[in-house]
């Protein structure tokens, strides 16, 4: 269910459809360090994203999606910035676009669903 979720998520970020986008997030959602609140918040963060994306003209190349133990065997420690949502039952969704970008997902079971917890580039 997570890559079903990451999946979507990014398709619909270099889509630019902030409402497909919206219901795959947690009640909160840290950027890059930055926490925001579902609702206008977040909202105009993902319109921003999606701004940013489209841009860039990014397109999706591929996504991964590894469990917490694969996550620190190849990467080792999250950065400071992500640090405080990197747990262990989480999931970590590696999406690679055109123009050498990259973006990591971190998923979370929220009740019987994966929700994106945080995002950074």
């Not at 405080?84 to 590696?94: C, E, I, M, T």
């Amino acid at each position: 269910m997570a890559r079903l979720v990451a999946r979507g998520f990014f398709r619909a970020l270099v889509a630019g459809d902030v409402e497909t986008m919206l219901p795959m997030c947690a009640s909160d959602v840290d950027l890059d360090g930055r926490v925001v609140r579902r609702g206008k918040g977040l909202r105009a963060a993902l319109q921003a994203l999606v701004a940013r994306a489209r841009a860039r003209q990014l397109s999706l190349s591929w996504i991964r999606v590894l469990d917490h133990r694969q996550m620190l065997a190849r990467f080792g420690p999250a950065p400071a910035r992500i640090a405080r949502v990197v747990r262990s039952g989480r999931r970590y969704a590696l999406a690679r676009f055109a123009h050498n970008a990259g973006a990591i997902a971190v998923l979370a079971k929220v009740g019987r669903f994966y929700r994106v917890v945080a995002l950074t580039d």
